[in-house]
């Protein structure tokens, strides 16, 4: 009888997954999240920053206020 993990036992007979289809790495921004090939940035003030963190940044870094209209 086999107790070994399928997962062990698939890795054991065609190696380890291929490492070449990981994006590649292009550095950190400003909020210490990993930049990837691809990322949508933006350069302020001499820092990168993900898109996806711009609003954060803003608010710790510059004192910006995010507020609604009334």
Known sequence: MN?????????METGYANMVSQPEHC??????HEILVGDDIIE???EIVLKSNL???LTEYCGAEFKTAE
């Open 3 to 11: 107790l070994e993990h399928p997962a062990i036992t698939r890795t």
């Open 27 to 32: 550095g950190i921004d400003a909020m210490g």
């Open 44 to 46: 302020l003030n001499g």
């Open 55 to 57: 609003e954060d940044y």
